[in-house]
C-alpha cells in the first residue's frame, strides 16, 4: 500500500464515476464497511511504523498489522499483513467480492468482481 493524503470522511460513501483526466479518475467502489479499533496511540503507532489493529468489517474480520518498509519512495510504503487468528483464511481477494451485479448496475467492473450492494 501506498500512502495517501488524507480525505474527508464524506468520501468512505462515495461510489460511481469520477471523469477519467480528474484526480482519481475511474470507477470508485466500496469494498467494505466497518471499524477498526487498537490499543494505545496509533498516530505515535503510525510514527514508529508499524501499527496493530482489528477489523470489524463485513468482509474483513480480526487482527492486521501495518509495517511501514524502507523502500525509497515519494511517499511512505506499507505492508498489510493478516494476523493469525479465527478469521485468517486462505483466500484470494477476488473471493470475498460477490459475482451477481445489482438491478440497474452500469458498471464496467469484469465478471467476477462485481459486487452486489444492500437493500
Known sequence: AVEVE?????YATFEGDIPQGHYGG???????RGVWA?????LEARARGK???VLHGEKLRGGWKLVRTAKPGSKPQWLLIKR?????????????VETV???G???????????KTAP
Not at 6 to 10: G, K, V, Y
Not at 26 to 32: E, K, M, S, T, Y
Not at 105 to 115: A, D, E, F, L, Y
Open 101 to 103: 451485479p445489482p438491478a
Open 38 to 42: 487498537t490499543d494505545g496511540n496509533p
Open 51 to 53: 501499527l496493530d489493529f
Open 84 to 96: 493469525d487468528d479465527q478469521y485468517a483464511a486462505d483466500v484470494e481477494s477476488d473471493d470475498l
Open 6 to 10: 488524507d480525505h474527508p470522511l464524506s
Open 26 to 32: 475511474g470507477q470508485v467502489d466500496i469494498f467494505d
Open 105 to 115: 448496475w452500469k458498471g464496467r467492473r469484469p465478471s467476477g468482481s462485481v459486487k
